[in-house]
C-alpha cells in the first residue's frame, strides 16, 4: 500500500469513528434518518474540510471523492439498526469520539507535511482537523464545546498526537508500527483522563472550579 | 442572455429571498436594522460563500461583485416597510426560506458542474449551498438548525433537486423550461411536506417519536 | 519599517486584544487554561483566517506564521496571571473588544487592497474581519452575537473604519498619522455608543423595543 493510500484509509477510518459519534447524538437528540446521516457528514467529514480549506488545496477531498461518503453512511445506517438504548450513549459517543480524534491528529498533521507546510503549521493544522468536528457538532447542538470543558481534557491529546506525529516524521521514524502505538498514546490519554476526571487549572490563579 | 448571466439572475434571486428570511427572523428576535441588514447577508450570501470557498474559484462572487449587495439591501428595507405584525412570522419565512433553496440547490449544482466538478461533488455542493444560509441563521440565532429537526423535510427536497439539476443537464435537457421546473418542483415538495406535516423514520429503529 | 511589517505588526495588536477578550470570556465561563487559551486562538485569528480564506492567498497567515501563536499565548497567561475579579469583566472585555475591532476593520480593509479586491470587496473584508472573532467567540459561548444585539452599536464603527481605511488610501493620504487617527475614532466611537446606549432603530418600523 502507497502512502497516500495509507494516508487515505487512515482518514477514512476517522471519518466513520467521528460520524458514528455523530449519528449517536443524532439518536439522542431524536433526529430523523437523514438529520442522522446530515450530522454524521458533519461531523466526519468538518474537521478536514476544514483543514482542506486552510491548506488551500483545491476542492476538499470529502467533496471531490465519492468514497468519503461511505463511512457516514456506513455509521447512521448502523446507528440505526443496532442502536436501541440510551443508557449508554455518553460512554460510546466519548469512545468512538477519542478514536476520532486519535486518527485525525495523526492524518491532519501528515496531510499538511505532504503539501510542504512547517512544522508548527502541521501540528495547527493536526490539532485543528482533530478537534473541528467535534467543535461542529458540539455547536450545531447548541452545546458549549466539550473542547472547552473545563471537566474534560480534550485538546491536549490530540495537542500531543499532532505534535509526536511531526517529530517522528522529521526523524525518519514514521512507521507502520509508530503511526499506531501513536495513536493508541492519544485515544488512552484522552479516555483514561475522562474516565478518572483528570484535569488542568482553571483560566484564573486561585479562582475555585464550579461546583468543586 | 447568456448562461453565465442566466446562472448569476438565478443566483441573486436565491439570495433575495434567504435575505428575506434572515430580515424576518431579525425582526421577529428584536434586532435593529444593521442587525436586520447583517443576518440577511449572511443567510443570503452564506451558501454561496460556502460554496465558492469549497470549489476554490478564488475570492466568492458575493464579495468580488458589488451587484450581490443589493438583494440583502432590498431585503432589509422590505421588511423594515411592510413587515407590520409578526402574526404570519413563520408561514413566511418558511415560504421565503424554501424558495431560496428551490434556486440554490439548482444553482450550486451549475456553478459546480462548470467548474468542471464531477457530477457527485457537484450535487453535493448543491445541497451544501441551498443549506447552508439557513443553517447559519439557525445557528448565530441560537436555535438547532431546522436542517437537523426531526419534523421537517429539508434537506431532501434540496438533495432531489440537485440531482435533478445533475441529471437533466448531463442528459443535455437543462433549459429554461425544465429548469422552472426542477425548482418549482423543489418547493412545492418541501411547502407541502411542511404543511402536511410529513417526516422520515428517526434516527433509530424503533424508537418512539418524542411528543408522539 | 516597511508597509507589510506594518501591517503584521497592526495585526499581531489587533489578534492580541482580541485574544484578551476571549480569555476572559473564558476565565468568566470556568473554562481551563487550555480552554483559555484556545478561546484566544479562536477570536483572535478567527476574523483573520476567515479573511485569508476568502481572499483565497493560500495557507492564512495565523498558520503559516508561528509568530501569531505569541499573541493568543501573552493573552491567556496575563488573564491568569492577573485576572482575579468578575466584577469588571464585561467592561475589560468591552474595551479590549474594541481595540481589536478598530485594528483589524483597518489591517482587514488594508490586506484585501494589497490583494488586489476593489475598494467594495475590501470594505467588505474589512469589516468581516473586524467582527468575525466576536461572532465565533458569542456562538462558542451559546449566546447571540453581540453583533446583531439591538442594544448595541457594533457593526457602524467596523464599517465607519473599513470605509474611512479605502478613501484615505484611495486618496493617498494613508500615513503614520491618518492610520491611528481612524483606529481611534472607530474605538471611541464603539466605546462611546456602549455607554451611552446609543442605539439605532429596530428591523421592523414601528415596532417597540422590547423592554423599552
Redesign the interface.
Known sequence: MSFAAGLQALDLLGVFFFAVSG?LL??R????????L??ACLVGMGGG?VRD????????SA??D?VY?IPPVLA?AL???L??SVQRYTSLLTLFDAAGLALFCISGTLKAITYG??P??AV??GVTTAVGGG?LRD???????S????RE?Y??PAFVGAALTALVWNLGWFTIVTGPAIAALVFVFRVVAWRRHW?????????H??GA
Open positions: 449519528s443524532a439518536a437528540k431524536g433526529f430523523d434518518v437523514i438529520g442522522s446530515l450530522l474540510v480549506v486552510i491548506l488551500a488545496v483545491g476542492i476538499p467533496f471531490n465519492p461518503l447512521a446507528v440505526y439498526v442502536f436501541n507546510a512547517n508548527v503549521t495547527l493544522l467543535v455547536i450545531t447542538a447548541n452545546e458549549v464545546p473542547l472547552f470543558n473545563a481534557i485538546a491536549l484535569c488542568v487549572p482553571l483560566a484564573v490563579r486561585g479562582w472550579r464550579p
